[in-house]
């Protein structure tokens, strides 16, 4: 067993997600045998981000600004709102280029046994958004799972009432998979979703 | 045997520090397997190993734990299965502390639960006394297992039916505390789980349903050769809903949708007051009859097992009518039964294409039978002739 400080930097190492004890130890040994300049950095980068990064007053995506730089950029279409989870989400939307609207993150799904019902979410920063009629469409682009489907209803139904357009990203098959190893449930669901061909 | 019909079979068995096995490895032939030995010795453990495969739980304890060898942290059960003329490896890892990982011919599948169907095979042993004697979620448990090798699929709707049942629970609980105020609030996220509820539920509640209206006459005509003096037994499907006003005439999704979504409204006061959730297939109950008394309370000792080996060897008619003829695992039930039984249960074992019975002596075993013998002493298996 390690003593000291070594053991308490294991330990915190440990703690973050993804990491398990025999990684925390690697990564230890790793650390403990770099260049002082490059922990130096490391250790002021952790910092910074502490202090510097914050989540943007509009949307709730993590920014250096009170707004962040796709609520900033006047190239975005103003039209179009694309509801997210988190701001993991933001980016997996933003690097198919695809997409040139804004978002708006939630900060969650909708999930009693933690806690969590529309209240903890952003939801009704996503309704004072919506009020002043310059957002014609939204997109509710939450996870494929119970709790993220559970939220898509839910906003489906606060939204609808005003008369946007409110639309749920098609779920089904990836792309170069192969059909006869699509489980039941993703093949289902693209059945539902099909469309016509022209 | 019927070329139709394809039939499984267990060739190859490895168990990994499973219970009190390190390493064991057995080849079966077709036909009756018998395995003997006195108690503790470890028989059973290699019929609860095929038996898990098949249902990914053991017959005996609810928990995985007791599976793993004492003092190790993973257990390893493989099989090489044969379905007609294919063979197929599968093999399940289960684990302390994380998910049990479980492959296909070496090829990992994302959930375990994808490998129900590969193996069938209907278990009957003592602890069956507890679907006929013991609470509802017995008979519901017994309900599940067959429907799942039956329709694998509907393993991924009972975990979604479970998940939702759990959020929706934990909803009503919050809101039990909430003031007058929030209720408005609390209604708009509750109508959200339970069209999830109704989703899944409805999908468990046609399919139980289907399951019983073609079991029930499999069990009852093999409990009248097993019982010919006994009144008829009848299975029936008490479903929750048929509990409260809105019962659905037919099980056609969409009535039961309906009579569903109904009921939910009826009860919402009362599981608002209670904090769970009252109605749905989780309150589902699996009706047993003799004549005009339930079984429960009123069948004598012997009635019991004679419906509760009706129940299993209905069961495996079923599988062998609509799939594959399963293999058969009785585990030291011929000492519990008495002549009438085990002669009726020995020529069942004798059409069967592949048998697994366990006893502490040979007495227990119909012994013509028996094409294998295996001596089980201490965790060492061999092999010897009658």
Redesign the interface.
Same mark, same amino acid.
């Given at each position: 067993m390690y003593e000291g400080v070594l053991a308490d930097l294991i330990d915190e190492l440990g703690q973050l997600p993804g990491i398990g004890p025999k990684s925390a130890q690697r990564i230890a040994f790793y650390l403990l045998q770099a260049e002082e300049e490059d922990v130096k950095r490391l250790a002021n980068t952790l910092l910074e981000v502490q202090e510097r990064v914050k989540f943007c007053e509009q949307c709730g995506n993590v920014s250096e600004e009170d707004i962040c730089r796709i609520c900033r950029d006047p190239r975005r279409d103003p039209s179009m709102l694309c509801v997210v989870e988190e701001s993991r989400d933001v980016i997996a939307i933003e690097r198919t280029g695809e997409y040139r609207g804004r978002y708006h993150v939630l900060g969650g799904a909708i999930s009693p046994i933690d806690g969590i019902g529309p209240e903890q979410l952003r939801v009704r920063e996503l309704m004072q958004r919506l009020s002043d009629g310059a957002i014609e469409e939204v997109i509710i682009a939450t996870d494929p799972n119970l709790e993220g489907e559970a939220t898509a209803t839910y906003l489906a139904r606060a939204l609808n009432p005003l008369g946007l357009t409110v639309s749920r990203l098609a779920s089904g098959l990836p792309v170069g998979g192969d059909l006869e190893y699509a489980d039941e449930v993703t093949l289902g669901r693209a059945f539902a979703g099909r469309r016509r061909v022209d | 045997m019927d070329e139709a019909v394809p039939h499984l079979q267990v060739r190859q068995l490895t168990l990994q520090n499973f219970r009190n096995y390190d390493d064991l490895h057995l080849t079966f032939p077709g036909g009756v397997i018998a395995i003997v030995g006195s108690n503790g010795q470890g028989k059973t453990n290699i019929v609860e190993a095929i038996g898990y495969l098949s249902t990914l739980h053991s017959h005996r304890v609810a928990s995985d734990i007791p599976l793993i060898r004492h003092d190790h942290t993973s257990a390893v059960i493989a099989a090489e299965v044969i379905r007609g003329d294919r063979a197929l490896m599968v093999d399940i890892q289960l684990n302390t502390g994380r998910a049990n990982q479980a492959r296909i011919n070496k090829v990992a599948v994302?959930r375990t639960r994808?490998i129900l169907g590969v193996l069938t095979a209907i278990t009957f042993a003592p602890e069956d006394l507890a679907i006929v004697r013991g609470d509802p979620s017995e008979r519901r448990a017994f309900l599940n297992d067959i429907a799942t090798q039956q329709f694998p699929?509907l393993s991924?709707v009972m975990a979604?039916y479970d998940? #939702?049942l759990?959020?929706?629970n934990?909803?009503l609980k919050?809101a039990g505390g909430a003031r007058r105020s929030n209720l408005e609030?609390v209604s708009?996220?509750l109508? #959200?789980?339970d069209?999830?509820l109704v989703e899944f539920g409805t999908e468990l509640m046609c399919a139980r349903n289907e399951l019983i209206v073609n079991l029930a006459p499999l069990v009852a005509s093999t409990y009248a050769e097993i019982a010919p003096h006994s009144e008829p037994l009848s299975l029936s499907y008490d479903d929750s809903l048929s509990r409260s006003e809105e019962r659905p005439v037919t099980y056609d999704p969409d009535a039961v949708r309906k009579a569903f979504f109904q009921a939910l409204d009826t009860k919402r006061q009362q599981e608002l007051d209670r904090g769970i959730t009252l109605v749905g297939p989780h309150r589902d109950e699996l009706r047993l009859t003799l004549g005009r008394a339930p079984v429960k309370g009123y069948a004598s000792h012997g009635e019991s097992w004679s419906v509760a080996l009706a129940l299993r060897l209905g069961s495996y008619d079923l599988l062998a009518r609509e799939r594959a003829t399963p293999v058969l695992i009785l585990d030291d039930v011929f000492a519990e039964l008495d002549t009438r039984r085990r002669r009726h249960l020995a020529e069942r074992v004798a059409d069967a294409p592949q048998a697994f019975i366990t006893a502490a002596v040979d007495e227990d075993v119909p012994v013509d039978l028996v094409g294998c013998w295996l001596e089980v002493d201490k965790a060492e298996v061999t092999q010897r002739d009658r």
């Amino acid at each position: 067993m390690y003593e000291g400080v070594l053991a308490d930097l294991i330990d915190e190492l440990g703690q973050l997600p993804g990491i398990g004890p025999k990684s925390a130890q690697r990564i230890a040994f790793y650390l403990l045998q770099a260049e002082e300049e490059d922990v130096k950095r490391l250790a002021n980068t952790l910092l910074e981000v502490q202090e510097r990064v914050k989540f943007c007053e509009q949307c709730g995506n993590v920014s250096e600004e009170d707004i962040c730089r796709i609520c900033r950029d006047p190239r975005r279409d103003p039209s179009m709102l694309c509801v997210v989870e988190e701001s993991r989400d933001v980016i997996a939307i933003e690097r198919t280029g695809e997409y040139r609207g804004r978002y708006h993150v939630l900060g969650g799904a909708i999930s009693p046994i933690d806690g969590i019902g529309p209240e903890q979410l952003r939801v009704r920063e996503l309704m004072q958004r919506l009020s002043d009629g310059a957002i014609e469409e939204v997109i509710i682009a939450t996870d494929p799972n119970l709790e993220g489907e559970a939220t898509a209803t839910y906003l489906a139904r606060a939204l609808n009432p005003l008369g946007l357009t409110v639309s749920r990203l098609a779920s089904g098959l990836p792309v170069g998979g192969d059909l006869e190893y699509a489980d039941e449930v993703t093949l289902g669901r693209a059945f539902a979703g099909r469309r016509r061909v022209d | 045997m019927d070329e139709a019909v394809p039939h499984l079979q267990v060739r190859q068995l490895t168990l990994q520090n499973f219970r009190n096995y390190d390493d064991l490895h057995l080849t079966f032939p077709g036909g009756v397997i018998a395995i003997v030995g006195s108690n503790g010795q470890g028989k059973t453990n290699i019929v609860e190993a095929i038996g898990y495969l098949s249902t990914l739980h053991s017959h005996r304890v609810a928990s995985d734990i007791p599976l793993i060898r004492h003092d190790h942290t993973s257990a390893v059960i493989a099989a090489e299965v044969i379905r007609g003329d294919r063979a197929l490896m599968v093999d399940i890892q289960l684990n302390t502390g994380r998910a049990n990982q479980a492959r296909i011919n070496k090829v990992a599948v994302p959930r375990t639960r994808e490998i129900l169907g590969v193996l069938t095979a209907i278990t009957f042993a003592p602890e069956d006394l507890a679907i006929v004697r013991g609470d509802p979620s017995e008979r519901r448990a017994f309900l599940n297992d067959i429907a799942t090798q039956q329709f694998p699929r509907l393993s991924g709707v009972m975990a979604d039916y479970d998940r #939702v049942l759990k959020q929706r629970n934990a909803l009503l609980k919050s809101a039990g505390g909430a003031r007058r105020s929030n209720l408005e609030a609390v209604s708009a996220t509750l109508s #959200v789980w339970d069209e999830q509820l109704v989703e899944f539920g409805t999908e468990l509640m046609c399919a139980r349903n289907e399951l019983i209206v073609n079991l029930a006459p499999l069990v009852a005509s093999t409990y009248a050769e097993i019982a010919p003096h006994s009144e008829p037994l009848s299975l029936s499907y008490d479903d929750s809903l048929s509990r409260s006003e809105e019962r659905p005439v037919t099980y056609d999704p969409d009535a039961v949708r309906k009579a569903f979504f109904q009921a939910l409204d009826t009860k919402r006061q009362q599981e608002l007051d209670r904090g769970i959730t009252l109605v749905g297939p989780h309150r589902d109950e699996l009706r047993l009859t003799l004549g005009r008394a339930p079984v429960k309370g009123y069948a004598s000792h012997g009635e019991s097992w004679s419906v509760a080996l009706a129940l299993r060897l209905g069961s495996y008619d079923l599988l062998a009518r609509e799939r594959a003829t399963p293999v058969l695992i009785l585990d030291d039930v011929f000492a519990e039964l008495d002549t009438r039984r085990r002669r009726h249960l020995a020529e069942r074992v004798a059409d069967a294409p592949q048998a697994f019975i366990t006893a502490a002596v040979d007495e227990d075993v119909p012994v013509d039978l028996v094409g294998c013998w295996l001596e089980v002493d201490k965790a060492e298996v061999t092999q010897r002739d009658r």
